[in-house]
């Protein structure tokens, strides 16, 4: 595929398949340009373990929600079909579903507690409301 996309590439993507062609590609290696995160309570991601965390971020981006805004668990079928594109091995791949599986599972605790304090703080303002007479 590379080679095809390299004899007859799109203008836009010509500079970085030269890139990949001359310094190969590594899916695990840290991106060169690492961005820190400004947000204190943002996760501390070790650089080997950065391309996990990328890819499950590209999950997270496709995630349906269901009712009342909740986040829905990512379907396991969505990241094996990740872990193909990705090219990872039959042990990879074990890793990898059990990791993004058991990130999933704390992504959503954290979601659906959000969505319950913000439930709360609408049920309590709608009592007040309730409480308050009407003008005429």
């Known amino acids: 595929?590379?080679?095809?996309?390299?004899?007859?590439?799109?203008?836009?993507?010509?500079?970085?398949?030269?890139?990949?062609?001359?310094?190969?590609h590594n899916r695990r290696a840290p991106p060169k340009e690492v961005?820190?995160?400004?947000?204190?309570?943002?996760?501390?991601?070790?650089?080997?373990?950065?391309?996990?965390w990328r890819l499950f971020g590209t999950l997270n981006a496709q995630r349906p929600n269901g009712s009342n805004n909740a986040p829905v668990p990512l379907a396991i079928s969505e990241v094996y079909a990740l872990s193909e594109i990705e090219e990872l091995d039959k042990a990879e791949?074990?890793?990898?579903?059990?990791?993004?599986?058991k990130l999933d599972r704390v992504y959503l605790e954290d979601a659906y507690q959000k969505l319950a304090k913000e439930q709360e703080k609408r049920n309590k303002g709608k009592a007040k409301q309730g409480h308050q007479p009407r003008r005429r």
């Open 1 to 24: 595929v590379l080679k095809y996309h390299l004899k007859h590439p799109q203008k836009k993507h010509r500079d970085w398949l030269e890139k990949v062609k001359t310094e190969g």
């Open 35 to 52: 961005v820190e995160e400004k947000d204190p309570s943002a996760p501390q991601v070790l650089p080997e373990a950065a391309w996990i």
């Open 93 to 101: 791949t074990r890793w990898f579903l059990e990791v993004v599986m």
